[in-house]
């Protein structure tokens, strides 16, 4: 792995631990975003420009552009979001250290974990949703980390699972706009 590489699925994993702490939707995004940017970026330092050009332009425009244009009612999750809890950094820092042994999959397998943590500790649908951008992030770097083969690794880079969330997220808003 080259130090761009590693950089950069660095500064993925550090925004990672931002997203656990962060409440506000848009700003969720707007992070989710940058650290799809930043995993493209890990995947083009390893000679893969094609995946981190489909990633990049999947996760970290497409989809993000998507979650902003929720409703109103259902993009401010703010009111309903808990509080930034330090005990989720906290677990989230011990898995990270748990994975440094791992090598080179130590990394994607964190944003897998910290993903999951995005999840479980979020009620709104949007928010799932980007701990599905996270978790399809953790995917595809660890997909370049193993030196997956072209095809492969343009699959594990199409965010599918996420796509698909969102879809239902907006669906949902929709049947509840037009409920009386």
């Given at each position: 792995m080259t130090s761009l590489a590693e950089a950069a699925a660095g500064m993925a994993l550090v925004?990672?631990?931002?997203?656990?702490?962060?409440?506000?939707?848009?700003?969720?995004?707007?992070?989710?975003?940058?650290?799809?940017?930043?995993?493209a970026l890990a995947i083009?330092?390893?000679?893969?420009?094609?995946?981190?050009?489909?990633?990049?332009?999947?996760?970290a425009i497409a989809l993000p552009l998507a979650i902003l244009r929720l409703p109103a009612s259902e993009s401010d999750g703010a009111a309903r979001a808990p509080a930034p809890r330090l005990w989720i950094v906290a677990v989230g820092a011990l898995l990270v250290l748990l994975c440094?042994?791992?090598?080179?999959?130590?990394l994607p397998f964190a944003l897998l974990l910290i993903a999951m943590l995005l999840i479980a500790t979020h009620r709104h649908p949007a928010m799932r949703v980007i701990g599905l951008l996270v978790m399809q992030d953790g995917v595809a770097l660890a997909a370049s980390s193993a030196g997956a083969a072209l095809p492969a690794l343009v699959v594990a880079v199409l965010p599918l699972v996420p796509a698909l969330a969102l879809?239902?997220?907006?669906?949902?808003?929709?049947?509840?706009?037009r409920a009386p």
């Open positions: 925004l990672a631990f931002v997203l656990l702490g962060t409440a506000r939707l848009r700003t969720m995004t707007v992070l989710a975003a940058g650290q799809a940017a930043m995993v083009a330092a390893r000679h893969q420009p094609i995946a981190a050009a489909v990633l990049f332009v999947a996760s440094l042994p791992l090598a080179a999959s130590a879809a239902a997220a907006q669906a949902r808003a929709s049947d509840e706009r």
